[in-house]
Structure formats: structure tokens, C-alpha cells
């Protein structure tokens, strides 16, 4: 099954949460940190989450203390730094492992073209993004550098919704 309706995980109050409830939506999944030059870009997901939540359209943030030790907040800290401080509304889940052999096995499908059916491409830093189509499928992926707002990932976005 190429699909990413077969996983769960967990928010930082402890609930978990089965990707069920994303079915017949568009998903633009990131792996996140609250202490990494791209921080800023939470506010640009938070405008494109705004922007395209009305059509379907979820953010879903995976805080991820990988790559540099950029993310030391996990349970109410994170959820704290997220509502309040960057007063994000779209979904953001507690601290995981994106790479490794310990990666949660959501970034385990999404960066395995074996298991997806589509690519190869696992997070080599912060804020790597994942384009879900409605179906539940990934259909294309985006390096930390391209920012939520770019052209080309809204315009992708736009034509699945």
C-alpha cells in the first residue's frame, strides 16, 4: 500500500493520532526545529496552511532534533513554542526521528521510493517537505531551502486542490 493512511503518531499532549483522518486531503508534510536557520519558515507554513485550509489543505509539522540538535523541545514545551510563540495552528506533532535506522516509519515510507512508490528522497536537513496528493500518495518532495510560499510548491498545491 502506497499510501500514507496506514500510519499514526503521536501530538506532544500524548494523543495519537491515525492518518485516517487526512484521507481526501492534501498534505505538505515537515520536519521541523525550533533552533535552525530555517525557523522562520513556520510563518510561511502558517500562511499557506491559512491560506488553502478552506480547499482541503493540511500542515503537518514533525519536529525532529536530527540534524544539529535543533530541536530539544518535546510534550508541552514544543506545543507551548508552537501556539504561542510561534502561534502556529496547523498540526504539529511531537519530536520524532526523521532518518536512521530509528526514523519513525512515516519518514521511513516518505523517503523510500520502495516503500512510496514515487522517490528517493530522505531529509538531509530541517524543514525537507513532502507533497501528499488526495489519495494519500506522495507526489513530490522539496529541499529545506525552497520556502513554503515558492512559486512552485504553491502552484503544486493549488493544481491538487
Not at 493520532?17 to 519558515?41: H, M, R, W
Not at 530539544?72 to 504561542?84: D, F, N, P, R
Request: glycine letters at 6%; charged letters at 20%; aromatic letters at 16%.
Amino acid at each position: 500500500m502506497n499510501k500514507i493512511y496506514q500510519f499514526c503518531a503521536m501530538k506532544p499532549d500524548g494523543s495519537v493520532v491515525d492518518f485516517n483522518i487526512y484521507e481526501n486531503k492534501v498534505l505538505l508534510i515537515v520536519n521541523t526545529a525550533s533552533a535552525c536557520g530555517f525557523t522562520p519558515q513556520y510563518k510561511e507554513l502558517e500562511v499557506l496552511y491559512k491560506q488553502f485550509n478552506h480547499r482541503g489543505f493540511e500542515v503537518l509539522a514533525f519536529p525532529s532534533n536530527d540534524f544539529g540538535q535543533q530541536e530539544q523541545l518535546s510534550g508541552k514545551a514544543l506545543e507551548t513554542y508552537c501556539s504561542i510563540d510561534q502561534k502556529l495552528s496547523f498540526t504539529v506533532y511531537d519530536r520524532i526521528k526523521v532518518k536512521g535506522q530509528n526514523a519513525h516509519p512515516l519518514y521511513k515510507f516518505l523517503g523510500d521510493k520502495w516503500l512510496n512508490g514515487k522517490t528517493n528522497s530522505k531529509p538531509f536537513w530541517n524543514f525537507h517537505k513532502y507533497l501528499i496528493n488526495r489519495e494519500g500518495v506522495v507526489v513530490d518532495y522539496f529541499y529545506s531551502f525552497t520556502k513554503p510560499l515558492a512559486g512552485r510548491l504553491v502552484r503544486k498545491i493549488e493544481a491538487l486542490l
